[in-house]
């Protein structure tokens, strides 16, 4: 079974207007986290937000926020007032366990494309 | 600060040729994660270390390819004999672990894209 799931291949957003990315995740380990990393076409990963099994409120960045909904088992990015700079391609990604393990796990990424 | 090195930025070698791949880690982190990421399989784990001691290889393809961290800065991926299959872009990643700063954030590299002949 896949950890890490993206069902959207491609999204397109209008600028300034906001858009939700999913991400559905799978583990048995009660301590996890979860993370979204943007990659632009220069080919970087840059790191947006993360958020760990235990916390008690939805992380946000910034115009990035997650809406963990724990029992669903997903983690979805929203972002706010999309701009032209966000057109990229969007990881989802877990660590499970604890004890300082970090071994993480990406999912196949969603492309986004801002329209002017 | 500078972030995570890696050189050369880009490498294009004959298939059997050796190809090694570097990496300077951020000051203070203690984590270090090497990836793949190729179109078909998307971004891979290929080993990760932790204080310069390789906690999971598991992601390694197979025994052409080795990876050691000689000591807390640096480390390298070796691919001995290269093979077409092996072009992808790899990614060195480095964590401050459980040492400071948000323990799992992993700051990437800029990657250094392989293409083998």
Same mark, same amino acid.
């Given at each position: 079974?896949?950890?890490?799931?993206?069902?959207?291949? @491609?999204?397109?957003?209008?600028?300034?207007?906001?858009? !939700?990315?999913?991400?559905?995740?799978? !583990?048995?380990?009660?301590?996890? @986290?979860?993370?979204?990393?943007?990659?632009?076409?220069?080919?970087?990963?840059?790191?947006?937000?993360?958020? @760990?099994?235990?916390?008690?409120?939805?992380?946000?960045?910034?115009?990035?926020?997650?809406?963990?909904?724990?029992?669903?088992?997903?983690?979805?990015?929203?972002?706010?007032?999309?701009?032209?700079?966000?057109?990229?391609?969007?990881?989802?990604?877990?660590?499970? @366990?604890?004890?300082?393990?970090?071994?993480?796990?990406?999912?196949?990424? !969603?492309?986004?494309?801002?329209?002017? | 600060?500078?972030?995570?090195i890696q050189s050369p930025r880009h490498e294009v070698t004959e298939m059997g040729q050796e190809v090694t791949l570097r990496c300077k880690l951020i000051s203070g982190h203690n984590s270090l994660f090497w990836y793949r990421q190729t179109m078909m399989r998307g971004l891979e784990l290929l080993i990760y270390f932790n204080?310069?001691?390789?906690?999971?290889? #598991?992601?390694?393809?197979?025994?052409?390819? #080795?990876?050691?961290?000689?000591?807390? #800065?640096?480390?390298?991926?070796?691919? =001995?004999?290269?093979?077409?299959?092996?072009?992808?872009?790899?990614?060195?990643? #480095?964590?401050?672990?459980?040492?400071?700063?948000?323990?799992?954030? =992993?700051?990437?590299?800029?990657?250094?894209?392989?293409?083998?002949?």
């Amino acid at each position: 079974a896949q950890k890490i799931t993206q069902t959207q291949p @491609g999204m397109f957003v209008q600028e300034k207007e906001a858009v !939700t990315l999913d991400c559905t995740y799978d !583990t048995s380990d009660p301590s996890y @986290g979860l993370f979204w990393y943007k990659q632009p076409s220069s080919g970087e990963m840059i790191f947006l937000i993360y958020q @760990g099994s235990y916390d008690q409120q939805n992380a946000t960045e910034g115009r990035y926020s997650l809406n963990f909904q724990k029992a669903r088992k997903s983690a979805n990015l929203v972002i706010s007032a999309s701009q032209l700079g966000d057109s990229a391609m969007y990881f989802c990604a877990m660590r499970e @366990g604890d004890g300082g393990y970090q071994k993480v796990t990406f999912g196949t990424g !969603t492309k986004l494309q801002v329209i002017p | 600060d500078a972030g995570v090195i890696q050189s050369p930025r880009h490498e294009v070698t004959e298939m059997g040729q050796e190809v090694t791949l570097r990496c300077k880690l951020i000051s203070g982190h203690n984590s270090l994660f090497w990836y793949r990421q190729t179109m078909m399989r998307g971004l891979e784990l290929l080993i990760y270390f932790n204080n310069n001691v390789p906690i999971d290889d #598991s992601g390694m393809p197979e025994d052409r390819f #080795s990876a050691k961290m000689p000591n807390a #800065s640096f480390s390298t991926l070796k691919i =001995q004999p290269s093979e077409p299959r092996d072009s992808a872009v790899y990614f060195c990643a #480095s964590s401050p672990g459980l040492a400071g700063g948000l323990p799992y954030e =992993q700051y990437f590299g800029p990657g250094t894209r392989l293409t083998v002949t």
